[in-house]
Nanobody, 121 residues
Framework: QVQLMESGGGLVQPGGSLRLSCAASGSIFRIAGMGWYRQVPGKHRELVAAIPSGGSANYADSVKGRFTISRDNAENTVYLQMNSLKPEDTAVYYC???????????????WGQGTQVTVSS
């Protein structure tokens, strides 16, 4: 069983910062990509940022220069540093990981439960 657990959401004023964390746990053989999506009511979930196990991260155009994704492979954790936050960044942020569990080492996607980020004055 593989689980992803997010933390770090909350309420912040425009221009402020938040750092999201997501830790993968369970019987993990290998983690390939990890990243973050976000979703607002009535809209599709959109990719915010993703980072492979080796290589460069990629970002949605709307967050480039403001958000930074990083990961700690030893801790199976991915982070999203969000700076210069705007009201339009308000959404539920979901962590994902492309993981091969030990019981069946085939890569598949796993999701966290989501964490609310609200940017408002």
């Amino acid at each position: 069983q593989v689980q992803l657990m997010e933390s770090g959401g909350g309420l912040v004023q425009p221009g402020g910062s938040l750092r999201l964390s997501c830790a993968a746990s369970g019987s993990i053989f290998r983690i390939a990509g990890m990243g973050w999506y976000r979703q607002v009511p009535g809209k599709h979930r959109e990719l915010v940022a993703a980072i492979p196990s080796g290589g460069s991260a990629n970002y949605a155009d709307s967050v480039k220069g403001r958000f930074t994704i990083s990961r700690d492979n030893a801790e199976n954790t991915v982070y999203l540093q969000m700076n210069s936050l705007k009201p339009e960044d308000t959404a539920v942020y979901y962590c994902f990981g492309v993981v091969a569990p030990t019981v069946a080492p085939t890569l598949r996607s796993y999701w966290g439960q989501g964490t609310q980020v609200t940017v408002s004055s």
